[in-house]
């Protein structure tokens, strides 16, 4: 267990870069990219050790561990290969409620001396009222509440995933950091169900930032999600060069989220074609004057 006095300072690092040290020299670093969505999407079913080794081959050094109950059985096991392989966990998927299974993964983290940041979903249909926006707000606040006092008592910091519906929604997302006053909760952002944003997402990354404790990059169409585009490989979108220049230019620091999310895929094979459209775009933009 980690001295309360030593998390209240693990939570202010992490709340300004993200569970690195420091931010990295640009924010494309491969320092600084996670792999996202790895565990259950890969189509070559990994284990532990094959996993880590596909990232060491990758130089991915930062991972986000999502999860079915088939691999609950495994975790300590990735834990310690981890460590081995010195890669990162930064986040971890998290249950919506504190039940046994989030329980089971504090209980482990503490063990380990972990604290990455857990990503806490969740949905609804919009509000039709104030009165509705206002009992929404509260009610998720509440239930967002227990997981980031546990989460605080081992220096992890909580992070709002935005997943579709209306939990979804950063302005929403914000009412509940608001209504929760709690200093370890934040947002991580998914531009893969960011589609309905992309008009003004300029702004919204502006009004996230002070929250904003993760980014995860996608391939982006302008209503891509609708036209059956919804995961890309980053380069094949026609959005993705101006989304990397307002993300790099924003000032904004902390872990990048490189996805496969695609279970009829290698794990490395998509995570490789993102790297690589990620270089050639980084190179391209760079080039521009």
Known sequence: MIPESLSSILLTAVLMFGTGTEPPADLFDRENLVAWCIVPFDAAQ?????RAAMLDRLELRR?????????????EEELATLDRHGIE????????TLDDTARFFLDSLAEHQLTPQLWVTGG?????????????????????????????????????????????????????IEALDLPNVGIVYNLHHGHPHLDRFPALLETMKPHLLALNL?????????????????????????????????GWHGPIGILDHVPEADAEQQLRANLDGLDRLLRAIDQTP
């Open 124 to 176: 609804g249909e919009p509000t039709t009222s104030p009165e509705d926006q206002a009992a929404r707000v509260a009610a998720e606040a509440d239930r967002i509440r227990p997981i980031a006092e546990a989460a605080a008592k081992i220096g992890c910091t909580v992070a709002l995933y935005n997943h579709g519906g209306w939990f979804g929604e950063p302005e929403n997302q914000i009412a509940i």
């Open 46 to 50: 990994r284990g532990p050790e094959e």
């Open 218 to 250: 996608n391939g982006m169409d302008r209503d891509g999600e609708a036209k059956g585009r919804k995961i890309l490989v980053i380069g094949e979108g026609e959005e993705d060069a101006r989304l990397l220049q307002v993300i790099r230019s924003s």
């Open 63 to 75: 991972l986000a561990y999502d999860w079915r109950a088939e691999h609950l059985p495994t975790f």
């Open 89 to 96: 966990l930064t986040a971890l998927w998290f249950p919506t």
